[in-house]
Structures are given as C-alpha cells and as structure tokens.
C-alpha cells in the first residue's frame, strides 16, 4: 500500500494550492479517502474526507467553503483544491485511505493506511 502526495509549496495568503495523493496496492475505489493536516506540537486534525461511493463528503468547519476535496477513481487519485489561503492553514497536510463510517475516518478511526505528508505554508 503506498499514498504519495504532493503539490504542497509556499503560497501567500488568499493564495490556492491543488494537492494530489496518488495511491496503489489496494483497491482504491473501495475506499474512503482523507486529508488531516498537522503543525508541530499539536495532533493530527481532520480536514476533508470523501466516500469511496456516492459521493458523502465531510470537511473541517475551519475549511469549509474554501476547500474542495475530489477523487478520480480511474487515477486513483485524491485532490484537495484550497482556496483563500490564510497562515492558519499552514501545516503537513497528510492523505489518508480507509473504510468504515465517513464520521469514524473523520475521527481517525478505520484507517488503513497514511501517506507522507506534503508542506503548505503560507505566509502572511
């Protein structure tokens, strides 16, 4: 199992930035797919989550309206469009794949398995 993402770069704020995590080793169209996001010195937190089917989708309240996330099952490929950037969102932004509830991945519960993070920064 492998999730790569990338896209991840220095931006100034009110600025957009496309992540992508690109996934093999499993059957990508079973699952749901997240992006949590981590500064240093607090916990991971949950950003956006999709279904695997159907198209549930949940976000953090901090990014609602500003960000989009997206999946192409023919790429297996994950995205999460971020617009109107701001300092806040600065962090290791994490791509993940899971199965379950949409609310337990939310929760970090029912995760298979974690990419390496991609750097967002953006500056004020």
């Known amino acids: 199992v492998q999730l790569q993402a990338s896209g991840g770069g220095l931006v100034q704020a009110g600025g957009s930035l496309r992540l992508s995590c690109s996934a093999s080793?499993?059957?990508?169209?079973?699952?749901?797919m997240a992006w949590f996001r981590q500064v240093p010195g607090k916990g991971r937190e949950f950003v956006a989550a999709?279904?695997?089917?159907?198209?549930?989708?949940d976000y953090a309240d901090s990014v609602k309206g500003r960000f989009r996330i997206s999946r192409d099952n023919a790429k297996n490929t994950v995205y999460l469009q971020m617009d109107s950037l701001s300092p806040e969102d600065t962090a290791l932004y994490y791509c993940?794949?899971?199965?379950?509830?949409?609310?337990?991945?939310?929760?970090?519960?029912?995760?298979?398995?974690w990419g390496k993070g991609t750097q967002v920064t953006v500056s004020s």
């Open positions: 993940a794949a899971g199965q379950g509830p949409l609310r337990s991945i939310t929760q970090q519960m029912g995760i298979h398995s």
């Open positions: 080793g499993f059957p990508f169209g079973s699952y749901s």
């Open positions: 999709i279904r695997w089917s159907f198209g549930g989708i």
